[in-house]
């Protein structure tokens, strides 16, 4: 009987995954050893990305925190054991000088799609996520999320627990306000099949690093898993889309940290889950990809919400689909655009409002992480190949 859960569960999975193959067969890749170039909407672009060290444990759906030393944490995260898809407990700190990964720890939990929030004090906090018990790997019940918090110590490299949130959630949102404080909103209880597609929450709460506590704010208009969050110039943070129990949503809301409340703002020109939303230079917010069906395809469209207007419009479209991926801005105001199904990488120009080759990745990659470094460089790491959500990534590779 376990032999025949666990196939039925491998079918479910590839199948989400060829479904998400489709969406992105438009790009047209060429390498030739070392030297790479592709091709993606006519133009060409040299290669850009360079191997670094492997992590100490593969892992997809992680977390990874630049630290005040230049340091990244990874946490947690899935991988797959013993037959068996779950959360990991383990982290492991990057260095950029050493170019290696080294152990940094254990979590009180295993945990995936779980958020880690750089206080202000340097250290990190670390919300819920899903985590299957290893004794029910076998069974069809989706993974259960966990409430538990901690907070990682970056001075006595070490974690140390801190007060539970109200409820169990993974696929949520934690973003830091501008007095400190985090605004932990939306996730579900379940992961839905890893498309987070389930029954989202309206509830939000407010960590208060000081006492390690969470206290209840505002309830969102909308129930919301898989979103983004997005801290705003004037202070407010903006939500966006996510996933419904009848599929991705394209509404969105602000929430205003001096009242404690959630109010309607515009909606996107696209339902969109498993997106990205970046903050510009100029103040306005870059929305990219994401699922738009409840087939999970991904998307090549982008849209930017302007806070003066509180309206979203269309901008340029990337030249391949996507969703799981991500979306890092850099020095220079521009954003790099990596992975969700796809080897080939872009670049937003807020200028000329528009995307353009930016080199190719080792390997394509979803549901994986990329930092800025304190150098400029962005690493990215692990996530899962395409057609393959099986057996996460232990790679990482550095942009230039």
């Known amino acids: 009987m376990k032999t025949l859960r666990w196939a039925v569960l491998s079918v479910m999975v590839l199948s989400t995954l060829a479904a998400y193959s489709q969406s992105i067969s438009n790009e047209s890749i060429f390498a030739t050893g070392a030297n790479r170039t592709f091709s993606i909407a006519g133009g060409t672009s040299a290669a850009t990305f360079t191997p670094t060290g492997d992590t100490v444990d593969p892992r997809a759906f992680h977390s990874a925190t630049l630290l005040t030393n230049g340091q990244i944490l990874v946490a947690g995260g899935w991988v797959y054991k013993a037959y068996c898809l779950a959360g990991v407990a383990s982290a492991e700190l990057y260095s950029p000088a050493a170019g290696s990964f080294s152990s940094a720890g254990t979590m009180s939990a295993p945990r995936y799609a779980q958020t880690a929030t750089r206080l202000a004090n340097g250290d990190v906090l670390v919300t819920g996520g899903f985590t299957y018990d290893r004794h029910a790997c ?27 949130m109200s409820e169990a959630r993974g696929g949520h949102t934690a973003t830091l306000l501008a007095d ?56 407010k943070v903006l939500i966006t889309g996510g996933w419904a129990s009848a599929g991705p949503i394209a509404t969105a809301e602000l929430y205003d940290p001096s009242t404690g409340a959630f109010s309607p703002t515009g909606t996107m020109t696209s339902a969109r889950g498993s997106h990205t939303a970046t903050l510009l230079h100029n103040g306005k917010v870059l929305i990219t990809g994401g699922a738009f069906d ?33 979306a890092t801005l850099l020095p220079n105001g521009k954003v790099l655009v990596v992975g969700g199904g796809s080897r080939a990488a872009e670049l937003y120009d807020p200028a000329t ?22 150098n400029g460089r962005v690493i990215v790491i692990g996530g899962f190949k395409r057609g393959d959500a099986i057996a996460p990534l232990a790679t990482a590779e550095l942009y230039q």
């Open 138 to 164: 076998f069974n069809m019940e989706n993974s259960p999320a966990v409430k538990s918090a901690e907070v990682y110590d970056h001075v006595h490299r070490a974690f140390k627990q801190t007060g539970a």
């Open 180 to 235: 400190g404080r985090v605004l932990i909103a939306g996730g579900g209880k379940d992961d839905g099949g890893r498309s987070w597609l389930g029954e989202g929450s309206v509830e939000a709460q407010v960590y208060y690093p000081a006492a390690g506590t969470f206290i209840a704010t505002g309830k969102m208009t909308a129930a919301r898993v898989g979103h983004t969050a997005t801290r705003l110039s004037d202070g």
């Open 294 to 326: 409840l087939n999970g395809l991904g998307s090549h469209t982008s849209e930017i919400y302007d806070p003066n207007t509180g309206l979203f419009a269309a901008t340029g479209n990337m030249g391949v689909a996507r969703k799981w991926h991500t």
């Open 353 to 374: 409002r528009s995307f353009s080759p930016s080199g190719v990745t080792e390997v394509s990659r979803s549901a994986h992480s990329a930092t800025l470094l304190q």
